[in-house]
C-alpha cells in the first residue's frame, strides 16, 4: 500500500503549499493537509488530525510533514503517531527550488553540494531512498543521481 502524505501547518501554509506543488508536478493521490487556524488550538487540530486519519483508512502508512518542530501541527502528529503504526512525522514543510538546482526526480531536486553529501553518506551505508510524493518509487537516491 502507498503511504500517505499529510502537510499540516500553522495557518493555511500546508494547503498553499499543497496548491504550489501541484503546480510544479501535477496532480499527486494521497496528500492531505491539515490547517492549524488560530481558533483551533491543540483539540481543533486533533480533530482536524483525526478526520483525515479517518479518511485515509487505518492500514495505510502515513507521513506527516508539519511546519516547526515543537509547534501544535508538530505536537498533535507526534501525540497521533503513538497511538496509530504505521505514522511518522518530519519537521520543516517547505517547497525549496532555486538556480543551481539539478531536477532528479519528478518531485526531488538537489544542488551539486547536496549530490556530493548524499554521496558521503551513501559511502557511509546509510540507505537514502528517493521518494518524496507517495506516486513515486522508493529506490535509492544513488540511481538517480548519475
Do not use: W
Not at 519537521?91 to 543551481?100: K, P, R
Amino acid at each position: 500500500m502507498k503511504p500517505r502524505l499529510i502537510l499540516m501547518s500553522h495557518g493555511h501554509l500546508a494547503r498553499e503549499l499543497a496548491n504550489s506543488a501541484k503546480m510544479i508536478i501535477g496532480e499527486t493521490e494521497g496528500v492531505y493537509t491539515v490547517s492549524m487556524l488560530e481558533s483551533d488550538g491543540l483539540e481543533g487540530t486533533q480533530g482536524k488530525l483525526n478526520a483525515v486519519l479517518e479518511e485515509i483508512g487505518p492500514d495505510a502508512p502515513v507521513l506527516v510533514c508539519a511546519d516547526l518542530l515543537s509547534g501544535t501541527p508538530c505536537n498533535v502528529a507526534v501525540q497521533a503517531m503513538y497511538q496509530r503504526s504505521g505514522l511518522r512525522v518530519l519537521t520543516g514543510l517547505n517547497l525549496a527550488h532555486h538556480d543551481g538546482y539539478r531536477k532528479i526526480k519528478k518531485s526531488v531536486s538537489l544542488s551539486d553540494a547536496d549530490i556530493a553529501l548524499i554521496r558521503e553518506i551513501l559511502a557511509k551505508g546509510v540507505k537514502v531512498t528517493a521518494q518524496m510524493i507517495p506516486d513515486e518509487s522508493d529506490a535509492s537516491i544513488e540511481t538517480f543521481l548519475n
